[in-house]
Nanobody, 117 residues
Framework: VQLQASGGGLVQAGGSLRLSCAVSGRTVSGYRMGWFRQAPGKEREFVAGIWWSSGITDYAESVKGRFTISRDNAKRLVYLQMNSLKPEDTAVYYC???????????WGQGTEVTVSS
């Protein structure tokens, strides 16, 4: 599985961005897809996840109500719609994929999001 994240950039607080993760390689129908982020000097943290087949989602408390994860089966894309962005959302965002019952195993290269106050 190969993943390629895009869509990052510089945005003012309160603004929006949509990240995309292009999925290629083997089928991911039994996989969980996720977005993670890593801010400078901090550990990588979970942001949002979605089961490819069912579409069931879950979110970190810090982004609930502001971020939405979704996927497009036909285009093999995973999105992260980020609204009401805050300076503390500044980080490099990574998409990840992992088969059922396993940890996230595959990672994209990351896309940088900077939220100015």
């Amino acid at each position: 599985v190969q993943l390629q994240a895009s869509g990052g950039g510089l945005v003012q607080a309160g603004g929006s961005l949509r990240l995309s993760c292009a999925v290629s390689g083997r089928t991911v129908s039994g996989y969980r897809m996720g977005w993670f982020r890593q801010a400078p000097g901090k550990e990588r943290e979970f942001v949002a996840g979605i089961w490819w087949s069912s579409g069931i989602t879950d979110y970190a408390e810090s982004v609930k109500g502001r971020f939405t994860i979704s996927r497009d089966n036909a285009k093999r894309l995973v999105y992260l719609q980020m609204n009401s962005l805050k300076p503390e959302d500044t980080a490099v965002y990574y998409c990840g994929a992992g088969p059922y019952g396993s940890e996230y195993r595959y990672w994209g290269q990351g896309t940088e999001v900077t939220v100015s106050s």
